[in-house]
């Protein structure tokens, strides 16, 4: 069972890797792959988006995976060592 502090984390961290997808960097992305941001129609805006999504949710998971692995180690050396 995971405690309080855990799951405040996870919670923490799940917040934080949605708002780094919707930064100002994220919308202008989102942008241009609109129907209106290039000359392909909505065939490519919808094929974009569907291989965009996706690849916004792994970096996320990715960088954030390793986030907590290191703060994980560090806590373990720093921390529970004394």
């Known amino acids: ?5 855990e ?3 996870a919670v923490a961290a799940l917040l934080i890797g949605l708002t780094g997808t919707w930064s100002p ?3 202008s992305m989102i942008e241009t792959i609109g129907p209106t ?6 065939r490519t805006a919808v094929a974009a ?6 690849g916004a ?5 990715l960088t ?4 907590a692995a290191l703060g994980q180690d560090l806590i373990t050396v720093f921390l529970l060592d004394d």
């Not at 069972?1 to 502090?5: A, I, K, P, R």
């Not at 941001?37 to 909505?42: E, F």
């Not at 949710?57 to 998971?61: D, I, N, P, Q, S």
């Open 25 to 27: 960097c994220g919308f």
């Open 57 to 61: 949710v792994a970096g996320g998971l």
């Open 37 to 42: 941001g290039h000359t392909g129609g909505r």
């Open 64 to 67: 954030f995976g390793a986030l």
């Open 1 to 5: 069972m995971l405690s309080g502090l």
């Open 49 to 54: 988006s569907l291989s965009f999504v996706p």
């Open 7 to 9: 799951i405040a984390l």
